[in-house]
């Protein structure tokens, strides 16, 4: 408790109080805007973090993060288009609603379920990490090595295209890891002989490349069209459900938040999946699943309360582990070892004003979420009008500033664009880039882990399944691994797309 | 017989993996106090060989083959697609593409200011066809705004050049600096 204190002492310095309204201002208006991502966003803006007080910054990234899961119902209630994957299922039953002139409802409910899982989540993960980080403390390098393979399988599990390609990237990301010297000899590898690679490729040309450029890429090809934005309601009062939606929105939002932390804390699990589980249960224990896809109060209270519950789920292995659970917390963890930051089981004892920094940081921001989202609605909105000819010129030159500031060398620049154009070649093909990413920010520690382990055992394969816990993680790599062998239905996407298209045009 | 662009992709990825392998088949794979620097790239690009050999086997064999018939995600689908787009989304995306290009080259020679406002002019006025004076307002307050707010207020390192030095020799002379 006095920890937490301190957090929120951190947090209510007026700079960091400051840095946090701007992670979660921009978080929601990252979320409107489809297409630009919480990861584009922390991409962008992780160079010019550099020169900004440690806790401060993290707190401004992770702000974002959570921003993000309030700012695409907006659009998702408003337009049926999802600013973010993981406002998906919002878009079936909250444009319903909107449609029938439940708009300020829709997203009173979705604000208020937001609020109260996001809110709950952060108390759990107060409450979860530090006996969670006392047991992961006694963790030798065979496990911590088995823990983070499980972590990757498990995210190549929850892709949801194919299997093998998203193992392949997790190849190619734990690969990229290892070009420059290696950590513990010195020796360049994997250069091809371009000297600036000896320092290793970072992470934020990396990341800008594939997700910032090719994102830009992949807007020039789009059609600009205007957008149809149903009415947001003019006052305050007009947010708030009626009784009868108020009683109905209950049950979905409590269930909602257990499901989505539970969800979250899975590596690959995460928010969107979080959404979905929500939705079906939603709908299974409904005594009107017709209603479902034609505005039904509980299609859009649960999937919303899972949403936010899942982001906050997903620091707890980020915080606890230094084991990110998706593709963001992956950047979030790069943002975190830039800063000279090890997230694991000691943060807690050699870096508590941080943590309890970050955690504090969650609270308040839950709070200005709630009081920016409701009144701003109509200003957020706005933000839709902003033609393609001034977002990518924008984005380009953030990408050049975020880019080039990282080691002042233009060969980061040309690195970017490079991982910019193959990034977007990948995400034609289906290739799942957000793997990369995670695979590329673990392949240092998993590499660490893994030669001290073999070192300890000269070399004895066998010490990683010595331990009951490292055979189970073992276990749960090579059943996942054999899945992604086996031929794949299209089980997922097609039992998505049906409720998807029920909500129609 | 015609190529697929996935499997020209799986192509490429198989190729990545087989330069990785052989530039990893040098170093040292065991030395006195354990597993040396390239037990791991090797093991990696071993694997991703194999992997990509089964993409490539699995992936669809002809450009047309009908949808639902492959294993593209849904981000497949979230991102626009070359074969699909019209002439003019066409004509924007190489615009854009040379966009890409003169901004390695310009942070590379020209410095920050240049690149801003040659890039900005042709993405806005190139690709997308804005008026003359709006592009050019734009491009000088991205410029601007870029040199000022990052380069000078946040003390971001910027690519330099001739416009940049004299932007800051005007700042200094005034005092600013």
């Known amino acids: ?505 | 017989m015609m190529m697929s662009g996935a499997r020209w992709t799986a192509l490429g990825l198989l190729l990545a993996a087989v330069a990785t392998f052989w530039q990893a088949q040098s170093l040292p794979r065991w030395s006195f106090d354990g597993p040396g620097t390239g037990i791991f790239p090797l093991v990696l690009s071993g694997i991703a060989i194999a992997l990509s050999v089964l993409v490539l086997i699995t992936e669809r064999r002809t450009p047309d083959a009908p949808a639902g018939t492959d294993d593209s995600t849904d981000d497949s689908e979230a991102v626009a697609r070359y074969d699909k787009a019209g002439p003019v989304e066409r004509r924007v995306f190489h615009i854009y593409l040379l966009a890409l290009a003169l901004l390695v080259a310009g942070s590379w020679w020209a410095g920050f200011i240049v690149t801003a406002l040659v890039v900005t002019i042709v993405i806005m006025r190139f690709a997308e066809g804005v008026g003359w004076r709006s592009t050019l307002i734009t491009a000088v307050t991205v410029a601007l705004v870029g040199q000022l707010g990052f380069g000078w207020l946040l003390q971001v390192s910027l690519p330099e050049g001739p416009a940049d030095r004299a932007l800051r020799d005007l700042l200094r002379a005034g005092g600013l600096l």
């Open chain 1, 1 to 505: 408790m006095e920890n937490l204190i301190g957090g929120f002492i951190t947090v209510f310095q007026p700079a960091t109080l400051a840095y946090c309204f701007i992670g979660v201002f921009l978080g929601t208006v990252v979320g409107i805007l489809p297409g630009l991502g919480p990861l584009t966003t922390i991409a962008l803006l992780l160079p010019i973090t550099y020169k900004m007080d440690v806790t401060s910054a993290l707190i401004m990234l992770s702000g974002i993060y959570y921003g993000v899961a309030y700012g695409g119902t907006v659009t998702s209630v408003l337009m049926r288009i999802p600013g973010e994957a993981s406002s998906v299922v919002t878009c079936l039953d909250g444009y319903e609603m909107a449609r029938k002139g439940r708009a300020g409802a829709a997203l009173g409910i979705a604000a208020f379920g937001s609020f109260f899982a996001g809110t709950v989540g952060v108390l759990a993960i107060s409450y979860l990490s530090p006996p969670l980080s006392r047991w992961v403390l006694a963790f030798g390098p065979a496990e911590y090595s088995m823990v983070m393979l499980a972590g990757i399988a498990l995210v190549t599990y929850f892709t949801n295209g194919s299997k093998l390609k998203a193992l392949l990237m997790a190849a190619f990301g734990l690969l990229l890891g290892t070009v420059g010297s290696d950590p513990q000899t010195g020796s360049a590898r994997l250069t091809f002989g371009v000297f600036h690679l000896i320092g290793g490729i970072d992470l934020v040309p990396l990341a800008i490349g594939l997700f910032g450029i090719s994102e830009v890429l992949s807007m020039a090809l789009t059609k600009p069209e205007k957008m149809k934005v149903l009415p947001p309601p003019s006052t305050l009062l007009g947010f708030l459900p009626n009784r009868e939606e108020a009683r109905r929105s209950v049950a979905p939002v409590v269930r909602g938040t257990v499901m989505g932390f539970l969800v979250g804390l899975i590596p690959g699990g995460g928010a969107v999946l979080a959404t979905f589980i929500s939705y079906a249960t939603e709908r299974k224990l409904s005594k009107h699943p017709e209603e479902f896809g034609k505005g039904a109060v509980e299609g859009l209270a649960g999937p919303e309360a899972a949403n936010n519950a899942g982001t906050a789920g997903a620091f707890v292995p980020l915080l606890c582990m230094g084991v990110p659970a998706n593709a963001i917390t992956a950047l979030l963890l790069g943002a975190f070892m830039i800063h000279g930051v090890a997230p694991g089981p000691t943060i807690m004892e050699r870096q508590p004003e941080i943590f309890w920094g970050i955690v504090a940081s969650m609270y308040v921001g839950n709070i200005m979420l709630l009081v920016l989202n409701l009144p701003l609605i109509g200003l957020f909105v706005r933000v839709l009008d902003v033609p393609r000819a001034w977002l990518a010129s924008i984005i380009l030159m953030v990408c050049l500033v975020g880019v080039y500031s990282t080691n002042s060398a233009p060969m980061d620049v040309l690195l970017a664009v490079m991982f910019g154009v193959t990034g977007y070649v990948l995400r034609r093909f289906g290739y799942d880039l957000g793997i990369v990413i995670l695979a590329y920010v673990l392949g240092g520690i998993f590499e660490r882990s893994v030669r001290r382990a073999l070192a300890i055992s000269d070399g004895d394969l066998a010490i990683f399944v010595s331990t009951p816990l490292s055979m189970a993680f073992a276990a749960i790599t090579v059943v996942l691994v054999i899945i992604a062998f086996i031929p794949r239905r299209k089980a997922v996407s097609a039992a998505m797309k049906p409720a998807v298209s029920e909500a129609g045009p």
